[in-house]
């Protein structure tokens, strides 16, 4: 079938992409290819994608209204997967606007290019920042997400509640998913495996943030994707035990479903730091300072609902994961 992927030159949307091509479907993908992180990175990605069958590219915003608009009118698509957005926590301080246009604007556009054309189902990437500052561990799908930390957050958070919407009124079937941690080969240059391995092979010191009390449900990309994909397959309906009086976050009487895509194991920040430090042979030069504005100490996923309707849950150990990354890092980069 013919699958939009937006986000295609992005990590999670190069490898989805890419398992998309190899079962046989048609993609069509779309990047704007902003300048966030290195753009040479996201071009290199998609020369992986580039001359294989079925795949196509466009350049195009999603804040583009008549863009997109277009887009969907010549494409017409029958499932969309939405993994476009503006990432990091941090970069939010300083630059909210980029995700209202991105990440609320954008995703609007993607619902009404659904609505309008007939696509069978949505799969968008939430994120494991809604749970916010919740506290109960592991973080469930059943719990109220009523307090994110940082700008990112409260826009996916946003972005939930907007597909909720378009489920109920349209009856546009949607499932968001929330990504815990994602690493591997091809990873995004902000985020701290790859900051780490590149400042280790230089000789130079990491920071290590909440002086490395963090906790983290590192998730492997393979594992993300196998998820993605088992969801997309995975047609939502409305929930018939769902109830007003005692509303179940995660479902609806709506066909919408929300699902974490975790490794369900949280993963001590200076025991990673341990793990890659063995990898690539080398000891860090560790910069503690305290947690930053928008973080929380830990994440940890509750992926029984994944199990029991698509019967999968992320198991990539992390020893292995982070073996692949370096191994990718030191061939593209020739370090």
């Excluded at 909210?96 to 069978?120: A, K, M």
């Excluded at 799969?123 to 009523?146: L, R």
């Excluded at 495996?193 to 990309?221: M, Q, S, W």
């Excluded at 029984?304 to 849950?313: M, N, Q, T």
């Amino acid at each position: 079938m013919r699958i939009l992927v937006t986000g295609v030159a992005g990590f999670i949307g190069y490898h989805t992409a890419a398992a998309l091509l190899g079962r046989g479907h048609e993609v069509v993908g779309i990047d704007n290819l902003n300048s966030y992180y290195d753009v040479s990175l996201k071009e290199a990605r998609l020369a992986g994608l580039a001359g294989r069958p079925g795949f196509s590219f466009e350049k195009l915003d999603l804040a583009d209204r008549a863009g997109m608009e277009r887009l969907f009118a010549a494409t017409r698509p029958q499932r969309v997967i939405h993994l476009a957005a503006q990432a990091g926590v941090r970069y939010g301080m300083d630059h909210p606007h980029t995700y209202v246009d991105s990440n609320i604007v954008g995703t609007l556009h993607v619902l009404e290019g659904c609505r309008h054309h007939g696509v069978e189902h949505l799969v968008f990437a939430s994120s494991s920042s809604v749970y916010g500052a919740n506290t109960t561990m592991p973080f469930s799908v059943h719990q109220n997400v009523d307090h994110p930390l940082s700008i990112y957050a409260a826009s996916k958070k946003a972005n939930e509640l907007m597909a909720h919407t378009y489920a109920h009124l349209y009856r546009l079937p949607v499932t968001g998913l929330r990504f815990f941690t994602v690493y591997g080969p091809w990873g995004r240059p902000d985020m701290a495996l790859f900051k780490f391995t590149r400042a280790i092979l230089a000789g130079e010191p990491i920071d290590v943030f909440n002086n490395g009390h963090h906790a983290r449900d590192f998730t492997y990309i393979d594992d993300v994707v196998e998820g993605v994909l088992r969801t997309a397959d995975r047609i939502p309906g409305p929930n018939p035990a769902w109830s007003g009086a005692a509303p179940d976050p995660a479902t609806s009487s709506a066909p919408y479903r929300i699902y974490n895509i975790g490794n369900h194991s949280p993963v001590e920040l200076m025991h990673f730091i341990e793990v890659l430090e063995r990898t690539l042979g080398r000891e860090a030069k560790k910069n503690f300072l305290p947690m930053q504005p928008g973080d929380v100490p830990a994440t940890f996923a509750d992926v029984d609902d994944l199990i029991a309707d698509v019967g999968f849950a992320p198991a990539t150990p992390l020893d292995q994961g982070i073996a692949r990354f370096v191994e990718w890092y030191r061939s593209y980069y020739g370090v």
